[in-house]
């Protein structure tokens, strides 16, 4: 689809809030494409082969707000990328032909399994699993980020009693550098076929594009808003 169809379905820009908690780090808006102020200090696109420093880390969870240890899982080849079980599971070779992509799991100490950077054994000890790759170029990681937000956009509304998740936030680090991310709602919060309006999501899933780069990261520990926030601008700008 083209670009202009995946823009239309995105609900609106996201500004990182100027919010204090003391349960929650405060995110700010400094990083954010409307409030770069001097253009020195803007992280610059990515480009060049994925590796492993261009992904998520335990350390960005503990700053949104996640007090547990996290044990860190890398591979590189191919494999699922999402949990969009309402649009049809695939691997990222069957949707991209990407076949090298550096995967990374994110899972409590108390797992066992034993699987590489897959889900861990126990749903509950599951934290956090991104999918990243190099595109070649940002026009390409740009194609690649739309069509796999597209994915997930059907996934908004799901009949009742089922999981759903929420609308569609976008945060602009920089120029070329942006994610945008959909809150995860569980079923019993779904009476209508969509997401709750007033109710905060446990984690979601967020699609992100740094230059050439582009991934999915799928929040499993009940993050809400502003935490989901903080994690998913530190995890584009680090893509």
Known sequence: MTAAVGLGLLTGRFVLPARSAPAR??????????SQGARSTAPKPSSGPMTNRHLVTGADFREAGVSQRIQVRDRVGDGYYANAVCT???TLGQTLG?????????????D????????????????????????????????????LLLEEVPCQSEVATHWVYGPTHTIDVAADITASWMGMYDGDLNSRGTAPRGKEPCGGIAILRNGSHYGVLEVEVCLDTAAMTRIVQAAVTRL
């Not at 780090?25 to 409307?34: C, I, K, L």
């Not at 934290?127 to 070649?136: K, L, N």
């Open 25 to 34: 780090p405060s995110a700010t808006t400094g990083a954010t494409a409307s």
């Open 88 to 90: 049809g599971e695939r």
């Open 98 to 110: 990407s076949y090298d992509a550096h995967f990374r799991a994110l899972v409590t100490p108390k």
């Open 112 to 147: 066992t399994g034993d699987e590489g950077a897959t889900k861990a054994a126990k749903i509950k000890d599951d934290v956090a699993f991104e999918v990243a790759d190099d595109a070649g170029s940002r026009a390409l990681a740009r194609n690649y980020a739309e069509r």
